[in-house]
């Protein structure tokens, strides 16, 4: 951090910034123009940004540093900017939801993450490019370590900006692998909470039991910065129960209480993993367990889970019809193929079959939650390997229905290397209201293996 | 605290109880059955209370025992029972607002204040009386230190109940002197934060630029800790702006930076202060500036805000002509002689009145704002003497009026004594913004008190 310059104060990750913004060595102004600088060198190639208004964001900044200087009170993001996946609703930026459907659409409020964040001082930098709906049809992003490639989606935009350093925090949203495989295709880090732990007030709605918000950072601790920003309980968002903030920063600091000990859990999805990428995880627990005897063991998922994966389908083709009837009714003409498929299957769910998915879905959140309960987190892929080339799909999300289903908080850590030099991420899996606990067995890894 | 006995945990303050039920040593159904016992010695004669669920209370602490007892995240309030003042919605208590023309009124949400309330952690023990839709005319609530005197108004139950120790915290209202007041008259801490820092979403509306939550409690730690909670940002009061919550424990405890300076400020309206509050005021200065040079000095206000009186009256007037408009013409019959004049007198303000007094309300909030910045606090009366002795009455809220309207933070400190052994408090009032060093001064004038 010492010897940063403000011209590339954008490289910093957001708790150094909001150091260096602290000890004066360091204005909003400086930073947001070092993001824009970074903007206008990179984003014709990456495309991350579906709205930016740079005057907007400069006038944010200029009133963070003007109530810095008048010595107020100052909030966790004070000055530090903030990308918003376009599905998200914010009063001073358009939010078009990835079609031409919406396209001119503008709600005059903020969704409730976005009034946590601009109460902890966060400059709402741009929206980021989303998919078509949050659901697959891709918009202009591509893979910042290498643009013939898919950064992942849905949340395209907000992974690609972090990781090309436009901004350190993004914000996205997760219904299978929106959150986690665009981390782990960019290379950077990415947390999907538990489930209505991240009011969803205000933002698109895909499936009521599944959207989950999830986050985007550079560093551990920049995720756990804006996570307990946002990580507080919203009536407006039915799914919420009024539990206390999980305190992420300051739990993820306490040392293990004992030996940790984590579950490998390959998936029944094992077999579609690339090779290189079962030989990353191989050579991965290797060193882990060489450093800390016997820290991660095997562990296999019985076969009662085996229709997860098709239960998931029926509660979100059928949450997508009923979400998107209107779109589908007025314009489906301008909706892309993949979407109308996934919605017109949805149609064809029975109640019947809709509640026995939601039914089991209870199960096996229960299931799982005493699975993990043994250990202090499960590891398992993020994604199959590496971004794909080409950016006509956004990449396989099997490795994340499991928990997107389960409501289980997931961290992407970006530790992998595919034989091309494209990153890979770890996942690694909590239970269900264990967040800051998630946070500490990540924070303990990343120690042992930075030793 | 180490000697508490459970069956008379009500006597602890929030913060005691707090650490005891951190510590093992008190749950919080031994807490909240204290308070029942307490409530069933003494609410015949106080009559704090508008509705009561004792099952409802112990089911909200039998879940917070359960929960700490699990190991997770608890907040800063949990397992603690608060007061609500009956014109704030709760989903699980009706909200009559004082009048029978809402009897039987139940709302299905909770304000925005409740639910932060419920997310720390605290037990919504029950609503408490308030005047008729928190003006002027009373209900059935006494002094707890002299059933025959009003507890002050209009949060009455708010009051009287942390006043008897039925709780430890509650939560009220002020649009001219409804929280100083009581506080002063009943012997406890009052907070009337800045205005528009804690939200009034699901709040009865008297007066949008005037209404004010504040709360009470029996120590000034203990109004911090409920403070904390409180002030945060919610996008669906239009009168707030984003701003970051204000810490007060952590600046309360700071050391203060340079000597302290406190303005006495007698206001216009001193000739009506009773003598012997007078005199007790003159004690009080004599022994500060004894135990600390010159920390207290007289400040006159000059003349020009001699209209401000005229002015908030006008205004709060308006207001409840347009706020209770439909209660007038569907109820009038069974609105109180004094209410329907206010609502009269208010019908009859002109758009252009009503225009200059909120014009000059900015002015004179500038003004005050200016005065008190050359100090770290004012010093002033909360209430012209003691609690008059009569029901029918809730006393005369003048003394509150400027900081009301000027929106400035105040704190009642019940440092006083009427001859008949009645409670006098002062009032201690900041510039707007700087709560946290508002409560900083109080901390400090305290300590140096008890020295």
Redesign the interface.
């Known amino acids: 951090m010492q010897n940063f310059r403000p011209e590339t104060a954008n490289l910093l990750t957001a708790t150094e910034a909001r150091e260096a913004i602290e000890q004066g060595l360091l204005t909003s102004q400086e930073l947001v123009s070092a993001c824009f600088s970074r903007i206008d060198e990179l984003e014709d190639t990456i495309g991350a940004w579906a709205h930016l208004d740079r005057e907007r964001a400069m006038e944010q900044a200029r009133q963070a540093d003007h109530f810095r200087s008048r010595g107020?009170?100052?909030?966790a993001l004070?000055g530090l900017p903030v990308g918003i996946k376009d599905i998200i609703d914010t009063s001073d930026y358009p939010t078009e939801r990835g079609t031409v459907l919406h396209q001119g659409r503008k709600p005059d409020?903020?969704a409730?993450l976005v009034?946590?964040l601009?109460?902890?001082?966060a400059i709402i930098l741009g929206k980021t490019v989303t998919t078509e709906l949050a659901v697959f049809s891709p918009g202009k992003t591509t893979n910042p370590h290498n643009s013939a490639h898919t950064p992942g989606g849905s949340s395209s935009g907000s992974a690609a900006a972090v990781s090309s350093a436009m901004v350190s925090l993004a914000v996205g949203t997760q219904t299978n692998g929106s959150v986690i495989r665009p981390a782990s295709y960019c290379g950077i880090y990415g947390f999907k909470p538990t489930f209505a732990r991240i009011s969803r007030h205000g933002v698109l709605r895909q499936s009521k039991p599944l959207d989950t918000i999830g986050v985007f950072a550079r560093s551990l601790p920049d995720l756990a910065l804006i996570a307990d920003v946002l990580m507080?309980?919203?009536?407006q968002d039915e799914s919420m129960t009024?539990?206390?903030?999980?305190?992420i920063a300051r739990?993820m600091a306490e040392a293990m209480p004992a030996d940790p000990h984590i579950a490998f859990i390959r998936t029944p999805k094992w077999d579609q993993v690339e090779d290189s990428t079962k030989a990353g995880f191989r050579e991965l627990i290797d060193e882990v367990n060489q450093r800390f005897s016997k820290a991660i063991e095997v562990v296999d998922l019985p076969g009662q889970i085996g229709d997860i994966y098709e239960d998931h389908r029926v509660i979100m083709e059928a949450d997508l019809a009923r979400s998107f009837a209107s779109e589908y009714q007025n314009g489906k003409s301008k909706l892309s193929a993949v979407l109308v498929e996934m919605i017109e299957r949805g149609q064809q769910v029975s109640d019947e079959e809709y509640q026995s998915a939601v039914g089991k879905m209870i199960d096996y959140s229960e299931y799982m939650d005493e699975i993990i309960e043994e250990y202090d987190a499960a590891l398992t892929p993020s994604t199959l390997g590496a971004a794909p080339a080409g950016l006509d799909a956004t990449g396989n999300p099997i490795m994340n229905t499991i928990w997107t289903l389960c409501g289980t908080p997931t961290i992407n850590i970006p530790l992998l290397q595919s034989p091309e030099d494209l990153p890979v991420g770890v996942q690694l899996v909590g239970i269900r209201?264990d967040d800051?606990k998630l946070f500490r067995i990540a924070r303990w890894l990343l120690e042992l293996l930075d030793d």
Chains 1, 2 share one sequence.
Do not use: F, M
Not at 232 to 235: E, G, L, N
């Open positions: 107020l009170a100052t909030g004070h409020k903020d409730t009034s946590l601009r109460e902890a001082g507080r309980y919203d009536a009024p539990l206390a903030p999980p305190c739990v209201g800051a």
